[in-house]
């Protein structure tokens, strides 16, 4: 039994913030406020610090196996653990992609030798792998890409959703495009393409067509879904009228940047689904602010700047943003745009509620001590070239953002600490407590 004390901090929950010491025992909390005559084997000092919930980012693509040159597990849990983050679920675009038990199985092998946090994968739809999709119950959940994007899974024939939809019972998230629309909108620009034109594509009609057309499988199977990386006013009026199953996310891209950044950023701000206007960036931070949108995830989809730095079309969506999760809300936050309280709700309890995930979510007695500690007034200098994540470039590179991550624990273990890492190897598989499809 070994018992850790952390003294003096501020702990952050999404119904307020507390002076508090917390007491952890065997890898969980054990008490708040534990009397000064309290047995403890270790005390960390948090004076002047928040701790935070661990962050749970429920849309990650980490490339292992086979796109290791852009990130792998270790490198990528790294990088969440910087960022706050005790746990991820990580997509199945990789190569091979995650459609079978197999490949399922070769992820979690590699991820219990490689992460430094705990762990997820998703079961991805290729359409004719519905039958090992219904039976397996190691997967996070079931990602439909309904709509193409890094990685050729695509799943946009009405019968194969259909399937899906009827006989799976894990949650269901998808990337919701408009296919046809998208390849119209290409084909309608004939030629000569410049970056702006990702957005053009890749419109918000596309996005919520694609939305509407998901939900109203949700609500016609009765199945669960989150609709993933909300990136437009219109998709958040289609978010309003639905079933109470249905949950979705942001993610920082869309938060942060919007269609003027391309002239200062180009590529580096190409993802899927594309940037949209100031406006509409405006409207996803009101979702999450009304609660339309309950989660916050990164969609964390790192490239080389090499790859990148190709000419669009041939440039790769996707932007590496985990390793700066939770300055870039700290710093939101101290801009007025958003509360500690909410960051601990967007980031950890909701996402923990809406997977079902055991032990996880909050600072409270009984849960696993994941937990960061933060200084919140810190600065946090982003520069290309000195960071975890492999690809090594952020869209943030140059930003001094308010708040650092002082040190990173996933069940009372020391994940990151000013920079350095723990080894890999004590990293777990999140474990679900599964309600009803
Ligand atoms: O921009 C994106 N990149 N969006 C996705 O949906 C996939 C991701 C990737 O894997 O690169």
Not at 15 to 40: C, K, M, R
Not at 186 to 213: F, P, Q, W
Not at 368 to 389: H, K, P, R, W
Not at 430 to 437: A, I, M, N, T
Request: hydrophobic share 40%; proline share 5%; glycine share 8%.
């Amino acid at each position: 039994m070994s018992r850790l004390l952390i003294r003096g901090g501020h702990c952050v929950r999404p119904d307020g913030v507390t002076q508090q010491n917390i007491l952890i025992e065997n890898g969980a909390f054990l008490d708040f406020d534990p009397p000064a005559s309290a047995h403890t084997d270790d005390v960390i000092d948090a004076t002047g610090m928040h701790v935070f919930p661990g962050l749970i980012d429920d849309q990650v693509h980490f490339r292992e196996p086979g796109l290791t040159h852009k990130e792998d597990l270790r490198t990528g849990s790294m990088a969440a653990a910087k960022g706050g983050v005790t746990a991820f679920m990580e997509m199945p675009n990789t190569s091979p992609t995650t459609t079978s038990a197999d490949a399922l199985s070769a992820k979690l092998a590699r991820a219990k030798r490689s992460c430094v946090v705990d762990y997820g994968f998703f079961g991805g739809a290729t359409g004719q792998n519905t039958a090992w999709l219904r039976e397996e119950t190691r997967a996070c959940g079931i990602k439909i890409f309904i709509g193409s994007s890094t990685g050729d899974l695509l799943v946009d024939e009405q019968e194969l959703l259909e399937e899906i939809f009827a006989q799976t019972r894990l949650p269901i998230a998808a990337h919701c495009e408009d296919e046809t629309l998208v390849r119209a909108n290409a084909a309608a620009l004939d030629g000569g393409l410049v970056i702006s034109d990702h957005s053009k594509i890749r419109n918000a009609e596309a996005a919520a067509k694609s939305a509407a057309r998901t939900i109203d499988l949700a609500r016609r199977h009765k199945h669960r879904f989150h609709l993933l990386h909300v990136s437009s006013a219109a998709e958040c009026d289609v978010l309003r009228d639905r079933p109470e199953w249905v949950t979705a996310e942001a993610c920082p891209h869309h938060l942060f940047f919007d269609t003027t950044d391309y002239d200062r950023l180009g590529s580096r701000v190409q993802m899927n689904p594309a940037l949209k206007s100031p406006e509409d960036k405006e409207a996803v931070w009101a979702a999450l602010q009304d609660g339309t949108i309950e989660v916050l995830a990164t969609d964390h989809a790192p490239h080389t700047l090499e790859e990148k730095d190709e000419p669009y079309p041939r440039s790769p969506s996707g932007l590496p943003s985990i390793e700066w999760l939770l300055p870039l809300m700290i710093n939101a936050a101290s801009e007025g745009r958003c509360t500690f309280e909410q960051i601990a709700a967007w980031g950890a309890a909701n996402p923990a509620k809406i997977w079902d995930l055991k032990g996880k979510g909050s600072l409270k007695v009984g849960l696993d001590a994941d937990f960061s500690i933060v200084d919140t007034e810190a600065l946090s200098e982003v520069q290309d070239g000195s960071q975890v994540t492999k690809c090594n470039w952020s869209p943030w590179h140059g930003s001094a953002l308010r708040g650092m991550v002082c040190s990173t624990w996933v069940r009372g273990f020391r994940a990151y600490h000013e920079g350095q890492f723990a080894d890999p190897g004590s990293a777990q598989p999140l474990q679900y407590e599964r309600g009803v499809s």
